[in-house]
């Protein structure tokens, strides 16, 4: 019996473990741009059938509960915390930020699509407009080399002002891609996340429409992650793994103690 709580008392410890490193992440992007927390998820292992309910307990009699032995913890998964991060006003033009659901596309290297939620944008040498490692904006919109008073309206349009025109012009429109399933949006570092089969298909149009966020040029949307939250998390997190290592060193006091005795 004891060396069956010797592994439960492992697993766990294996959890609070995985926990706390989804904690430690969440703190060390207190302030990424657009960064959203994750939640660690657990479920339990199978359960030893040792006494089935309502099996037969005499001839007159049968068991009301049964009896069942868990064999630990495991853990399910992590959740995307998708909730609205602060906004920032930094002045920039180029800094845009998604007040709602969506996220901005971007070019990837491999030629995959990205998805990122961080707005702050520059203008690369050919005047598109690029994330600040070079990874082009989807679709692409030109910002010409003399254009002055850039802007981003809140349904994504580009306008600047260019010599020549008395009106400020359209430069192109920003699109917005939503999903019906954020969260199973693959994350791939960068402040990229990917698509896959659980996320389902982008809703790619206008930001502002049919669900997606409106957009706010000149800021930036902040982490989502509250430290005095996650401070509490890591305390409770830090409780429970010591919970779980006195339980191992009972049970191996009572081992020994049986082997000594016997």
């Not at 990122?116 to 082009?136: C, H, L, M, Q, W």
């Not at 600047?160 to 791939?188: C, K, Y």
């Amino acid at each position: 019996m004891t060396i069956g709580a010797l592994h439960v008392a492992r697993t766990g410890l294996d959890a609070q473990s995985f926990k706390m490193q989804v904690i430690a992440n969440n703190l060390a992007n207190v302030n990424t741009t657009g960064f959203k927390r994750d939640r660690a998820n657990f479920e339990t292992l199978s359960y030893q059938m040792m006494t089935q309910p309502g099996a037969t307990a005499s001839a007159d009699n049968r068991y009301a509960t049964g009896l069942n032995l868990g064999t630990g913890v495991q853990l399910a998964g992590t959740s995307r915390i998708d909730t609205q991060g602060t906004f920032a006003t930094t002045g920039n033009a180029l800094d845009m930020a998604i007040d709602g659901a969506g996220f901005f596309q971007v070019q990837l290297p491999d030629g995959r699509t990205g998805y990122t939620r961080a707005g702050n944008f520059e203008r690369a040498e050919d005047g598109t407009i690029v994330t600040s490692d070079g990874k082009p904006l989807i679709p692409q919109i030109q910002v010409p080399e003399d254009a002055t008073g850039l802007s981003v309206g809140s349904d994504g349009t580009v306008s600047a002002s260019v010599p020549g025109q008395a009106d400020a012009v359209e430069l192109g429109r920003i699109e917005v891609a939503r999903f019906a399933n954020p969260s199973g949006l693959q994350a791939i570092g960068d402040n990229m996340l990917v698509e896959t089969t659980a996320s389902g298909t982008p809703q790619v149009g206008a930001a502002g429409e049919e669900g997606r966020g409106s957009l706010r040029g000149g800021m930036l949307e902040g982490s989502n992650v509250n430290v005095v939250e996650e401070l509490v998390d890591m305390i409770e997190t830090q409780r429970a793994y010591e919970v779980n290592s006195k339980m191992i060193q009972a049970s191996d006091e009572m081992m020994k103690n049986a082997t000594q005795t016997l």
